[in-house]
Each structure stands twice: as C-alpha cells, then as structure tokens.
C-alpha cells in the first residue's frame, strides 16, 4: 500500500518548532510504501493543487496529512483526495500545529511528539475503509400537531414554499389560545383580528389548496424516520361538512339539549348542536355526541330540518383513521394552567369568582360567557379584583421556574378592568414582577400609574389564603396578618405541559425535559430542535412564551425543513455511523438503551439489532457498550482505533 | 535515584472527545499556552465511545497513565455519551485497581470547548501526577515484590 505523508509548514508555525526533515528520518519501516512530502501552505489554491498532483502522479492508496487542526481543514482535504479520485476517507490528519507546535516549547519534544503522531496516523490509516455517503429519497410534505399561532404560522409558510402540510388538531377550532382572548399586550390588539389573516389563509387563502386540515383529530401512531414518517391519524366526526356549510347557525337555537361548554371553561352552556364560540373557525357547527338526542338513539333530527343546506349536517358521520406520509413532523400542541387546586387555600374550585387567567380572558370576551361584560356571579360589576400573579411558577414546591407571560397578562387585565369598570380598586399580589422586552413595559407603567391600582408583594403563596364574607372575597396573608378585600380574584397560574404531551412523545419517542415540556436539542442554539431528527418543536409544548417567541419559533420550524429537506433533492447520510454486524449480535439490546437518538432497534424477525442510518448521530456509544463486539463504528473502528493507540506508544 | 525519577517522562494517552476536549485542547493551541508533550491525544467523537478495552490496550503497550475528557455533563454533542463514559470509568477504575493500577494513572474529567486553559491545567497535573508515580512497570513491580 502506498502512503503519502504531506507535511505542512504553514509558514513558520509549524516548520519553526518541528524538524521535518527529523521526522522524515524517523518514519517507521512497515509494510507500506512511504512517501513523505512537505507543502508550504497546504490549504492554500496552490497548496491543494500540489497535494492533488502528487496523489494522483504518485499512485498514491492512503494519504496523511500533518497540519493544523482537522476542525480546520479536515473536509478541504477530504475534498481533495476526491478530486484526485481517491476516496475522501482514506485520509488521516494529524494535529501538529494547535495539539504540538503551539503548544510545545521544546523544539525536540515537538518534533519527536508530531513523529509519533505520524506514525499514529500511518498505522490507522492502513486500515481505514473507503465510505461513501448515502442518499435516500425524501417525502418533502410536512405534519403540523396543534393549530395554535405556532402551528398555523408553520404550515402557512409550508404550505406558501408550495409543499403539502397537513394540521392535525385535536379541536373543532384553528387559532389555539389567543383567538379566544379579547386583546393582547403588549400593544392590545384584538386577539382574533390579528390572527384572522393567518386564518384565513390557512382555510381558503391562496395556499389554502397545498394545506390538509383535520379538526378533532389526533395522531395515533408514526413510524419511520426524518424524511420518512407514516403517521396515522384518527379523526373523530364533527357531524357536519366544513364545506358544504354556510355558518349561518339556524340549527343551534332548534336543538334541545345543552351542557356545559369547555370553550368557554365552562362558564355558560352550548346546545349540543353549535359552535366552540362566536367567530370560531372552521365556520361549521359541531355535534357533542355526549348529549345529542339522535346519537342517543332518539329520533330527533330538529337541527337538519333547520340547516337550509343540503347534506351540511351528516349524522352518520364516522371516525376516520387517515394515513399520511411526511418528511418532518412539527409539534406545536401549546400548554396549560397549572391546576390551581393544588394550592387550595386559594380557594379555586371552591370560592365563586375565583378564576384563573384563561377563564378571565373569557369574560372579558365579547363572544365569551358574559358577552364581555365582567359580572360577579351574582351578576354584579365588581368593585375590586385582586389578581394573584407566580401563581405555582418560581415555587420549588409547585413549578421552579418563571412562566413568563403572567406579569403581562396581568397588567393587561389591569387595563381591560379600568376600561370597563372605571374607579373599580385593582390589586396585584406578586412574588416577582417580570416585564422584559422592548415593547412590554407600557403595560406595567400604565398599571403603575393608576391611582386605583396597588401592588402588594408576598414571598410565599403558601401564606396567602383567599376566604369569602357575605359575597365578599377576603385575601389574606398569614406571612404579615394583612388582609385586602376584593369582589372578584384572578389567579395567574403557571404555564405547564398539556395532559397530552407525555402520550404525544412517547408516540414521537421525542423526550421531555424534567418539567415536562418538550425537551429541544439545545437551549440556546437550537430550541425548535427535538431531540430526534425531523421532529421540530414550535411554542409553549416547548417553553412558556408568548405570541412573539411562539411566531417566531413558528418560523424557524419551517426554516429548518425548507431548508433541510428539499423536494426532489436526496437526504444524505453521513457514513460516519454505527453498523451491527447481524451474525454475532446477541441481542441483549444493550445498545437500543445507550444510544441517545433511539436509532438502534431490535428486529425480532433477524434475530439482531439494526442501526437506522438516518437517525444515527455515529457517537460510538453503543459500539463500546455492545458486550460482545458486533457493531462497527465506520471511521472509528476497534482495530483503527487500537492501532493508534500503538501508534502513539511505539 | 532521584536523577532517575526526573528524567522520567511519562508516557500518556488521552482519549478526547471531538466535540468539546478536542475544541479545547485547540483552544490551548490557538492562545498558544505551553504544556508539558507527554499526552498522545487519540480523537473519539464522544466519550461515550471510549472502549475500557482501548485503555487496557494504552496500559499493555506501554503507556503510564490515560486520561479521558469528555463534554461537561449535560453538554455532550450527543446528549448523553459523557453519562455512559463516567459510568464506564467508574468500573474502569475499579477493574484497574485489581490489576494494580494506581488510581492516579488513569483520570476522567470534563473539558468544554472554550477551556483551553483548563486543558493545560488538567494535562499539566495529569503529567505531573504520573511523574510521581513513577513509570508503570516499576511500580507494578513494587506491588508485587
Ligand atoms: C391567560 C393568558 C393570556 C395570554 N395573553 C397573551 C397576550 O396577551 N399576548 C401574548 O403574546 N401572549 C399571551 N399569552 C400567551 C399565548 O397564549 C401563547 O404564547 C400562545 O398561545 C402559544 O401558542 P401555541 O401555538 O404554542 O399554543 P396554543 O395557543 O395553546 O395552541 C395549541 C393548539 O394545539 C392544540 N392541541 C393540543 N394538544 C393537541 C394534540 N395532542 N393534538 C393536536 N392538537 C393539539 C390545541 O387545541 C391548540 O389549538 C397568554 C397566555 C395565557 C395563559
Ligand atoms: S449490544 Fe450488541 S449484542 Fe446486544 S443487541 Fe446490541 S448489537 Fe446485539
Ligand atoms: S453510534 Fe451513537 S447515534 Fe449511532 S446508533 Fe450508536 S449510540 Fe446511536
Ligand atoms: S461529544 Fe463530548 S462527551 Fe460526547
């Protein structure tokens, strides 16, 4: 086998401080042929030229490159051995500038250490194998679980690139969160009318076509990996065709049964024919099956004689089980409150008029319970509300960390109470107060100066306890024995994980994080990264946040598989991975468990464990775990790494 | 005796990690900050692939001593290698004590990208650690005697 050895000056930074000539005498005798070069500058157009020449004029089978760093150079290289027509990883590199040069301040030692590098890189490179890169075909079309801002931002700009998307969500209704809000901080827009574009384009804008909308529906199963996923979906009947109808309602006020209704948390009632709410979207009414008559067997069919279309009411609607193949799949499902009764001296549950944050959103809401209209339960305005902020979050005995967007909401609140309850008393209990951001503290300040607002701090909401006198509610805190009286209490409780995104991730195999929110690969580099490959993470299932961070996560989720998966171009696999060798595994599965991509599996018709090329990272972790030597690690071999190991020390 | 015991150079192979040791032990040469060249650096992507059988094999063939650096927990490029790694290590150190290893010849530690200067204070400590004990053999020998 013949070896060529180039070794770079790189000026004087490496030719300074080691003998080249030294180390040329030194090289080992061995089986292969030898031939040592050096190169003034081997980066450079010239540098690569010469090292191209040389490898193809020479015959040469296995190249050595002693320089700088690989980190630097180590592809420029490899692009070079291709270009000479050699395979790109028959190459070793040797650190002698940053790892001996720069560092050595004996010119001997540097010299003699760079030769047993050399000799190192000599003997690990007789064993390397050529490694070709793989390729394999993409379905370029896209899953989005979960219609809120998140989602629909993602499949807009899916859907606008010109591929399909298909938005599974678990509600009859698009828009997630904020389009039941009335306003919004920071600036107090109208919640609905700033997402009705997107809405809007989602159902019938120009794209509208390249985009699959399924409502009550949930993803049951996936398989596959990044670029190939099966995803099943079932989907539960809404009893009514999305486009046949014409959202006119007639078949609401006819039907006669109702029962409470979730989307508005359940402060007033819906017929079991209607809508989530006024203006909800997709504009068509849903059964709840729960508590239709027809469904239960009676014969009532008053809401179809009403509706004035044909067939827009179907009631022997069936759930449907939908398979779809996609390349990447973007989690999007958003979050929930904390369970306010966990802190029961606060009264939730339990007190009338004590609410959390969402369900004050709710009256404050013209299509809400209360039309917009902030009623006690006694049907009175309130003369004072106090509002509870770190609800459960900054808490080690509830939720450690800062949920982000109460303070805002908050102060929000603050000014939605002022506007319609003029002179109405406003108090806020805070542990903290968090308003970062160039925009959010108008709201803060606004609150600040009123003169009927008060701000009360308390250390601990174990000591607050919410009681009621004659109607009245009566905060005290036990820390101080002050007390405050107020007609009405929000509660702003942590954000925290839906009840489903356990169930979702095990479906995904995509982790969490210890609170239970989606884990993403890197906090600050890539946060809309799951941990496994094609599977993307876009708003609060991540991190509490609000609309801003969630758009823009929205975003970077179709960023990532715009640019990474690309119709009609192959995904290509790196060959630096794991390979079982079938015949001598065991199948102790020890590596299923250690590799952290869940890229190993057990197929119990080969009797073996198989690595999936495409999810493989080539860590090598279950490759020194296997206990019985059966997998390879493509460029870090046992025997390649054993032989630098001796390489070093002879 | 003593004059023997300084000449000594000791012999050591450190298994980096390509992601954050590798990146710092660069970072070392990029401020140009001298340590001692008694450590053979043997890249691995992740900790995680250090094989026990690959520090067994540094010992056999003459090394004095090996160190192992890894990506502070939490910061490993593939999540969790350094995990497997230190557990690894753990049997490691018990396997080389029944061979009569000295505990100082074989160390685990975490290095991060941007530590060059703790690379050059672990490898500094690391060589001169091993200087003390001597060369390999001998004090096997010593054991046994
Ligand atoms: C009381 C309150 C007030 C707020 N006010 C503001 C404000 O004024 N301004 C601001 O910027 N931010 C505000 N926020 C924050 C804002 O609501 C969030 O940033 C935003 O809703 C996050 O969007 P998302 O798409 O991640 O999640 P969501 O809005 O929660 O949407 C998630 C969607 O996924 C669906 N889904 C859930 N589980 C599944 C499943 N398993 N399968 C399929 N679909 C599923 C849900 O039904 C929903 O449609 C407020 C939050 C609260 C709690
Ligand atoms: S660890 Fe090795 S023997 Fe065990 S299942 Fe995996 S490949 Fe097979
Ligand atoms: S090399 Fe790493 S990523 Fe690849 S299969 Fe093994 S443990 Fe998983
Ligand atoms: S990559 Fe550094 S320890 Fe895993």
Redesign the pocket.
Known sequence: MKIGIYFCKCGTNISDKIDSEKVKTGLPSGPSELSFKTIDFMCSEDGKESLEKDIKENGIERVVVSACSPRDHENTFMRVLSKAGINPYLMQMVNVREQVAWVTEDNEKATEKAGRYINAAICRVELHDPLEKKEIDICPDVLV????????KTALSIAESGRKVVI????P??????VR?E????NMEC?PCMLEPVLGDILHGEHAENIELLTI???VDVVGSYGNFTVTVKQKPRYSDIHKCIGCGECIEPCPVSAKNIYNCNLSERKAISFPFAGALPNAPFIDEAICLKKKGYDCSLCKDACPVEDAIIFDDAERTIVRNVGAIVV????D?YDCTKIPDLGYGKIPDVH???E??RILASNGPTYGEIQTSQGAAPKSVAIIHCVGSLDKEHKEYCSG??C??AF?FNHLIENKLPGAKIHHFYKELVIPGKEDFHLYNHAKENPNSTFIRYNNIETLAVSEKEGKKIITNSADGSSVEADMVIL?PA?VP?V??G??GTILEATHDKFGFFEELHGRMDSTQSKIKGVYL????QSP??????MNQ?MAAAGYILSGLVAGRKLEIKPITAVVEEDRCSGCRVCVLVCPYKAVAYDTEKGSSVVNEVLCQGCGTCVAACPVGAIKGNHFTNNEILAEIEGVLS | MTEQKTSFEPKIVGFLCNWCSYAGADKAGTAQSPYPPNVDVVKVMCSGRVDPQFVMKAFEKGADGVIILACHPGDCHYKEGNYRAAQRFRMLSRLLKQFGIEEGRCRFDYVSAGEGEKFVTVITDMVAAVRALGPLNKSEQAKTA
């Open positions: 679980i979960g219609a809120g801002p998140a989602g629909l599974v969500e678990k509600t209704v698009i828009g997630g969160m904020p809000f306003e919004l901080f920071p919640g529906a949930e993803v999007a499902i958003g979050s409150s959390t944050g969402v004050f959103e967007i109460c805002q909401y929000k702003c954000v839906t489903e995104s169930k979702l876009a708003g609060t299932c946040m609000d609309i801003q961070k969630t929205g």
